[in-house]
């Protein structure tokens, strides 16, 4: 079992920075791929950026390729996401999520079925223009 939290979200102005993180607790070995998914109105789940460790890899969508970076920092169990010139589209909640095993293959699902087995809450981060 794996719990996630985020936080790290607010309100922005277009242009600027935030930087999301998401404390992993629950397993003593870092095993998982991680996630960063979020969630409007729209669209009930969109991917957003994912790392695997083990791989050294990571994967973004195209409309944040550039703008956001996923790293982490294995020693203490956290994931960030860095956001920045953030656009109003950008305005949602977003979830970190993990998946088992930490290789290619789960990464691959988890982005292209935006599923995975543990979900944190979610963050809110709204844009404004």
């Known amino acids: 079992q794996v719990q996630l939290v985020e936080s790290g979200g607010g309100l922005v102005q277009a242009g600027d920075s935030l930087r999301l993180s998401c404390a992993a607790s629950g397993r003593a070995s870092r095993s998982y791929v991680v996630g960063w998914f979020r969630r409007t109105p729209a669209k009930e789940r969109e991917f957003v950026a994912a790392?695997?460790?083990?791989?050294?890899?990571?994967r973004y969508a195209e409309s944040v390729e550039g703008r956001f970076t996923v790293s982490g920092d294995k020693s203490k169990n956290m994931t960030f996401l860095q956001m920045n010139n953030l656009k109003p589209e950008d305005t949602a909640v977003y979830h970190c999520?993990?998946?088992?095993?930490?290789?290619?293959?789960?990464?691959?699902?988890?982005?292209?079925?935006?599923?995975?087995?543990?979900w944190g809450q979610g963050t809110q981060v709204t844009v404004s223009s």
């Open positions: 790392i695997s460790w083990k791989a050294g890899i990571t």
């Open positions: 999520a993990a998946a088992e095993p930490d290789d290619l293959i789960a990464l691959a699902t988890m982005i292209r079925t935006a599923s995975a087995y543990w």
